[in-house]
């Protein structure tokens, strides 16, 4: 059986070497601070129960985060998306990457 934890894990819980390679390691003293002020999502992506059955969507417009996913996901890249999805901004496209990456971080699939 597998069951879905939040986990509160940080870069500060891992060994230093992994600290090291650890992407946010570049952005300076405050890698962790850093990285949240310049990559908050929460202002962009935006959860609405009768829009799109409640998926995350883009600034209230009906383009989910799942749909820049994919693009991305199939080889597109921001200018492409940006290309044929004018109403979007580059800001768009990056709060989309910090909102699955702050998923990931925080879903830890564990076994029993």
Same mark, same amino acid.
């Given at each position: ?11 500060? #819980? ?7 390679? #650890? ?17 908050? #999502? ?30 991305l996901a199939s ?29 990931? #971080? ?7």
């Amino acid at each position: 059986m597998i069951a879905i934890v939040r986990a509160a894990a940080t870069a500060a #819980h891992m060994p230093m070497a992994a600290r090291m390679r #650890h992407p946010s390691a570049r952005l300076g003293k405050r890698p962790i601070a850093a990285y949240k002020a310049c990559m908050d #999502h929460r202002n962009v992506i935006t959860i609405e129960p009768g829009k799109r059955g409640g998926k995350p969507c883009i600034r209230g417009m009906r383009i989910t985060v799942y749909d820049v996913l994919s693009y991305l996901a199939s080889g597109m890249s921001h200018q492409e998306i940006l290309a044929d999805l004018p109403y979007l901004i580059e800001n768009d496209v990056l709060a989309c990457l910090s909102y699955a990456a702050d998923r990931e #971080h925080h879903l830890v699939v564990a076994r029993d």
